[in-house]
């Protein structure tokens, strides 16, 4: 019932609050809908936490084998409870920025919500893909109707892009479910599919387009800095901050334990994607000007290790991406609020036109610069942990030859990051206040406290981290056990 | 055999006394009236005969049959045209001086459009082509002082006279090597005297040529736009959707019945022209100015994708081609409506329409993202079914992953309306008025639209109980 409940309820409000045409009363609206769903998706990890009440399912195209199957299982938990995290914090971080047809936003804000939860929860392939469109659905819109100046465009590319990857993942999953005995789409069946060799393959392929494109993992990362520079902030957080983890499920639940020996064949192709990635969005990010540019790349560097570690395949490493998904969540959307903070108070994203803002703003200054070293992975700070289990598992996995190459040079990544953090930090905190930033204004109550529950969260998730890996250890072994069964591909 | 027809009849005799409405009623409504109350009454007829009521008994001698398959086809065709008259109805009778006569027209459609589907016999296959194809010459130059649309008029005739020749040729050389028109007769002379007649293969090609046209299949679809874009926009509506389907109906049942047996000589070359029809239809459709000649494009391109399911021929195929008939008839008859209403053709006329009707924005938003198939609407569940046929028949997976690359082209040109729409602003005043019924008959279609998108079953189990 949980698992429905945290679909349903966004749906449901979200329909309903194109009806209410006060803007506070709509933001309201949003905002407790948001927590209600938190509130659930917390009973789900703790009271509820029962197989009854995670699995819901109903047959509904019974003819296409297909039925409306929904579980929370150890990775839905961790993305169910990101989503549910972030709403509250982004409709409150946002409190006020006020928008034009405000009834429409934030009805589209709950329906990508709804979207996203379905995403996370489906355990039927067909419904994965109707939940995996509509999720892009209420995102292009409400890119494309509030973002900046080229927001047309540049949604459009975006929306495009992805729409193209996802048919074709349209094309495998029609493909498997051909192969299933029974003709069903359901998880189960597919996870009991023994393709030969040479089908793997192309299969692999048009489901991993599909991912890297959303994930995004270079080469198919172009849509992304332009989309998150254009978008509303808002949207940018949920872009970033969970949509983006779409990706990285896609690949744990339907890519690796699906096609184990097609992952395996071609691990090393996608690293050397992801590495590439990595390196490459680094070395911009240290050029950027723009905050959303800079945190954008940085992003994109984050998702490519994330992905290398998942293609890896070693059990700590695939723990360390569990965490690092939710971590990556919480941090990269506290990032987007000090920008948010800072552009709505002078009117400027550019790192050079910005400096001083320490002085006259300690309270953001330290709240930021927190968010900020997490961004880099600092010891005590959630990010920490969760790279180091990946380079960790990284660098003693086994699958691959090149071990020590991949760890290397995504390590190059982390000094890498802490320079453009570093530098952009120094550039807008500190140094001397401009003629722009004299009458800086120290930030609201309301974004003072949002930033602190980021802050809080990321320092409790860097000290004690061990409920997190309680939750996740089955599905990580289920997803490293899939893969174990083909037992020639551990042989080295 | 003893025929079940009601509907055949029924529409047939409603076309004649449509034709004389305009002497005893000189009000237009009322004529369009009647023609609504004439067309219940066929659907009722069709579907009472679906649930076994049988009005007249007459001996066809084999040369129709009325199947589930064909029932269900011509509902769906029935139901199509009854909403495209409750939408357009008003507009139907403004397109020129003789009202009734289009009604007329129209309802001698629907009797060619009933033969098409339950053909066994190419003579019928053949009748019901021409009783489709002659009033839509007429349609089509119905706005008689506009030079374009007698120019479309025209064009339309002289080559739909050449395929119509090419036609009887195929007809004549598949009965020089089978010696029947019966679709029993061509089986069995198939499996007793072979299928490598070249006379049989000759007549076979022809007709697939001749049925391609009809369908405007590229490399024969050079007609459409020119046609689509010069005839009265409400006819325009009409023969995209309804006629088009209906057409593709036929195809489906002489390559799958008649010339089942030679699926390996004509699957290959359905595949290029599926592929050829799906490419030129889509990168020529985002080049369009106009969004009546983009949906002229979007009608061809719809059409490789329905082809789809000739190339597969299976049950899936069948299954899918009923459903696509339905989402894709529904939605372009949805956005047809709304155009009719504008004054200005042009993708700039529905800059800032979401301001102004905000609720015919939002139905429009729906019929596009079915068009382009988004899930949660029935064009999604049509393509996906056409994609499952594809991939069930186990080899040429390129021509499933060249029609999503297709469809995603197709997305482009779809959104180019919901972005004039939604994103930019109107410079000038384009207030359309429309009359509540009208809305409300919008929403209905686009609940149907996303109804069909979650639920097939409510189309797809007729064919089955």
């Known amino acids: 019932m949980i698992a429905v409940l945290l679909i349903v309820i966004p749906l449901i409000s979200g329909l309903a609050a194109f009806f209410i045409k006060n803007e506070k009363a709509v933001r309201s609206w949003a905002l407790i809908s948001s927590l209600i769903t938190f509130v659930i998706s917390g009973l789900g990890l703790t009271i509820l936490n029962d197989t009854a009440s995670l699995q819901f399912s109903y047959p509904w195209l019974t003819n296409l084998g297909s039925s409306f199957s929904v579980k929370l299982d150890g990775l839905g938990q961790t993305l169910c409870l990101l989503t549910a995290v972030s709403f509250p914090i982004i409709f409150i971080a946002t409190w006020n920025s006020s928008y034009k047809n405000a009834s429409r936003f934030f009805a589209l804000m709950l329906l990508s919500q709804a979207g996203l939860m379905g995403v996370f929860l489906a355990m039927d392939a067909l419904l994965f893909y109707f939940f995996w469109e509509l999720a892009l659905i209420p995102v292009y819109f409400l890119c494309s109707q509030w973002g900046g100046e080229k927001r047309i465009q540049v949604t459009f590319k975006f929306f495009i892009y992805t729409f193209l990857g996802s048919l074709l993942m349209l094309i495998a999953i029609i493909y498997l479910y051909q192969q299933t005995p029974a003709h069903s789409f359901s998880i189960a069946s597919f996870y009991s599919l023994d393709l030969k060799p040479s089908a793997q393959s192309w299969v692999f392929w048009l489901f991993f387009i599909a991912f890297a494109i959303k994930m995004p993992i270079f080469p198919f990362h172009t849509w992304q800095p332009d989309t998150y520079e254009q978008s509303p902030t808002a949207v940018t957080m949920v872009l970033s901050g969970v949509m983006v983890k779409m990706g990285l499920l896609g690949v744990l639940r339907w890519l690796l334990p699906v096609l184990p020996i097609a992952s395996y064949e071609y691990g090393d192709t996608v690293s050397t994607m992801a590495v590439i990635g990595i390196l490459y969005s680094s070395l911009i990010a240290i050029q950027q000007n723009d905050l959303k540019r800079l945190i954008a790349y940085s992003s994109i560097a984050h998702m490519g290790l994330m992905c290398l570690a998942i293609f890896t395949e070693t059990r700590i490493g695939m723990q360390g991406v569990f965490i690092q998904m939710f971590n990556h969540g919480i941090n990269i959307i506290g990032l987007w609020i000090g920008v948010e903070l800072i552009e709505r108070q002078f009117g400027t994203r550019k790192i050079s036109e910005l400096g001083g803002i320490a002085q006259k703003a300690p309270a953001m200054a330290i709240l930021f610069v927190i968010i900020a070293l997490a961004n880099i992975a600092l010891p005590l700070t959630n990010a920490f942990v969760g790279e180091f289990l990946m380079f960790t598992g990284i660098f003693s996995s086994t699958i691959t030859h090149y071990n020590i190459l991949l760890t290397v040079v995504a390590g190059i990544s982390i000094i890498l990051a802490a320079v453009y953090t570093l530098n952009m930090i120094r550039k807008v905190f500190y140094g001397n206040t401009n003629s722009l930033t004299e009458n800086t204004q120290d930030i609201r109550k309301n974004e003072k406290i949002i930033l602190a529950v980021i802050v809080a969260a990321i320092f409790v998730m860097g000290i004690y981290p061990k409920p997190f890996f309680e939750m996740t250890n089955s599905i990580v072994d289920a997803i490293i056990g899939k893969s174990d069964m083909v037992p020639f591909l551990k042989r080295h | ?465």
């Open chain 2, 1 to 465: 055999m003893i025929g079940k027809m009601n509907a055949l009849l029924l529409s047939a005799v409603w076309g004649v006394i449509m034709m004389f409405s305009s002497f005893l009623f000189k009000q237009k409504l009322v004529v369009r009236n009647l023609a609504v109350i004439g067309l219940v009454f066929v659907l009722a007829a069709n579907i009472l005969e679906m649930n076994g009521t049988v009005f007249f008994h007459i001996d066809t001698r084999e040369m129709i049959l009325f199947d589930r398959f064909s029932l269900l086809v011509n509902t769906i065709a029935l139901i199509s045209t009854l909403v495209y008259f409750l939408l357009s109805g008003k507009d139907i009778v403004k397109a020129g001086d003789n009202y009734a006569e289009y009604f007329t027209l129209i309802f001698f459609i629907l009797t060619g459009v009933i033969l098409v589907s339950s053909f066994q016999s190419l003579l019928i296959l053949f009748l019901g082509i021409e009783i489709i194809s002659i009033p839509l010459y007429i349609l089509t130059g119905a706005d008689k002082k506009n030079l374009k649309s007698n120019e479309a008029s025209l064009k339309y005739f002289l080559m739909g006279a050449f395929s119509t020749g090419l036609m009887l040729m195929g007809i004549a050389l598949v009965y020089g090597a089978t010696g029947s028109f019966l679709t029993s007769g061509i089986v069995t002379s198939i499996s007793n005297k072979g299928a490598d007649s070249p006379l049989l293969i000759t007549g076979m090609i022809l007709l697939l040529f001749s049925m391609s046209f009809k369908v405007s299949a590229a490399p024969f679809h050079f007609w459409t736009p020119d046609v689509y874009d010069g005839a009265p926009t409400v006819f325009t509506s009409f023969m995209a959707t309804i006629v088009k389907a209906a057409v593709f109906i036929g195809f489906i049942r002489l390559f799958g019945e008649s010339f089942g047996a030679l699926q390996s000589q004509w699957q290959l070359l359905i595949a290029i022209i599926t592929a050829a029809t799906l490419f030129i239809g889509n990168i020529t459709a985002v080049f369009q100015q106009s969004v009546k000649r983009m949906l002229a494009y979007s009608s061809i391109s719809q059409a490789g994708f329905m082809m789809l399911a000739l190339y597969a021929m299976n049950t899936d195929a069948k299954e899918g081609l009923i459903l696509y008939t339905a989402a894709y008839s529904l939605a372009t008859i949805g956005i047809f409506a709304v155009l009719i209403k504008l004054k200005d053709y042009s993708f700039e006329g529905f800059n800032g329409f979401s301001k102004h009707q905000p609720l015919l924005a939002a139905t429009t938003t729906i019929f596009l993202l079915s068009l382009a198939g988004i899930p949660l609407t029935a064009g999604f569940l049509a393509k996906f079914y056409m994609l499952r046929a594809t991939l069930a028949t186990n080899h040429n997976f390129w021509l499933a992953i060249f029609a999503v690359l297709m469809a995603a082209i197709s997305v482009y040109y779809y959104f180019r309306v919901i972005q004039a729409m939604y994103f930019k602003d109107g410079d000038k005043n384009n207030g359309i008025s429309v009359s509540p019924a009208f809305k409300g008959m919008m929403v209905i279609l686009a609940a149907v639209v996303i109804l069909l998108g979650i639920f097939p079953g409510l189309v797809l189990n007729w064919y089955y109980f």
